[in-house]
């Protein structure tokens, strides 16, 4: 089992940016594919980035291409988010994921491939 703390969300403007963390413990967090999801209001929850146990692969939803970045840091068991650019449809509940795999260099994007959640942090950007 692996516990996620996110921290870092918060209301910012139009254009600024924002650094979302996860902090994993339990069993080994350096085993797990790690990802961020976000749920704004009355949506489904959505994939925004994923990044594979080894940090070598990444990949992002093409809404948030180019604006944000997943990287993680396996001695502090510690996975990040780095928004910039940010917009009001970035508004959301931001969550961080895990699932245990033994592939160094898989990605996973879709939510019911994983099995640990954090409780989520705010993002709201104000126009």
């Known amino acids: 089992q692996v516990q996620l703390v996110e921290s870092g969300g918060g209301l910012v403007q139009a254009g600024g940016s924002l650094r979302l963390s996860c902090a994993a413990s339990?069993?080994?967090?350096?085993?797990?594919?790690m990802g961020w999801f976000r749920q704004a209001v009355g949506k489904e929850r959505e994939f925004v980035a994923t990044?594979?146990?080894?940090?070598?692969?990444?990949s992002y939803a093409d809404s948030v291409k180019g604006r944000f970045t997943i990287s993680r840091d396996n001695a502090k068991n510690t996975v990040y988010l780095q928004m910039n650019s940010l917009k009001p449809e970035d508004t959301a509940v931001y969550y961080c994921?895990?699932?245990?795999?033994?592939?160094?260099?898989?990605?996973?994007?879709?939510?019911?491939?994983?099995?640990?959640w954090g409780q989520g942090t705010q993002v709201t950007v104000s126009s």
């Open positions: 990044i594979s146990r080894s940090g070598g692969s990444t």
């Open positions: 339990g069993r080994t967090p350096s085993s797990y594919a």
């Open positions: 994921a895990a699932v245990i795999t033994a592939a160094q260099a898989m990605v996973y994007l879709s939510r019911r491939t994983y099995d640990h």
